[in-house]
Antibody
């Protein structure tokens, strides 16, 4: 079981910023790492970022490193994705996903997914 | 980065057919391989983890096999609800976690 609900998507100009949120319920949020995965229109899946269960370690995909920041607030059962210096190629559906391993170190499989939130970068 | 290559990229099949999708890793990933199903407009769904373990609630007609660099997802008897796109994903090395390009299963 478990449920993830994303919010915060929208239309933003190139170079702009946006913050996505993902609120979890139905599982012990503070014991699982969390991911963001995106899918550009008509394309496949691309892993974006992972944050360990306590938030102390974060990992990023090559295409977003230095521009995106993942964070979490275990008191609010919420994970965030701060996106800066947005580009047209960041246009995608952004999914948050739960890691399937308790206290996982580098990320494993994604066993619960949100419904996705759409980010469009366009002038 | 570990590259994941799926084949075929698409296939046409009939209800009741046995369907096999292949995923190849650019280096050995042991059994750190997961499979997902995605229907149009929906989030992906985990089917198989650790190459051959069936996720809870997933029908037994889905099986995964393989180790090292070569993996297979098999649907033993294709059902109408199985028409979708399937992705493999490696979790041996991160960052980054990487996906295959997807295999679209269409109705013949």
């Amino acid at each position: 079981q478990g449920l993830l609900v994303e919010s915060g998507g929208g239309v933003v100009q190139p170079g702009g910023s946006l913050t996505l949120s993902c609120t979890a319920s139905g599982f012990t949020f503070s014991t699982y790492g969390m991911h963001w995965v995106r899918q550009a229109p008509g394309k496949g899946l691309e892993w974006v970022a992972f944050i360990r269960y306590l938030g102390g370690n974060k990992f990023y995909g090559n295409s977003v490193k230095g521009r995106f920041t993942i964070s979490r607030d275990n008191s609010k059962n919420t994970v965030y994705l701060q996106m800066n210096s947005l580009r047209a190629e960041d246009t995608a559906v952004y999914y948050c996903a739960k890691d399937n391993m308790v206290q996982g170190v580098i990320g494993d499989a994604f066993d619960i997914w949100g419904q996705g939130t759409v980010v469009t970068v366009s002038s | 980065d570990i590259q994941m290559t799926q084949s075929p990229s698409s296939l046409s099949a009939s209800v009741g057919d046995r369907v096999t999708i292949t995923c190849r890793a650019s280096q050995s990933i042991s059994t750190y391989l997961n499979w997902y199903q995605q229907k149009p407009g929906k989030a992906p769904k985990l089917l198989i983890y650790a190459a051959s373990s069936l996720q809870s609630g997933v029908p037994s007609r889905f099986t995964g096999s393989g180790s090292g660099t070569d993996f297979t997802l098999t649907i033993s008897s294709l059902q109408p609800e199985d028409f979708a796109t399937y992705y493999c994903q490696q979790s041996f090395s991160s960052p980054p976690l990487t996906f295959g390009g997807g295999t679209k299963v269409e109705i013949k």
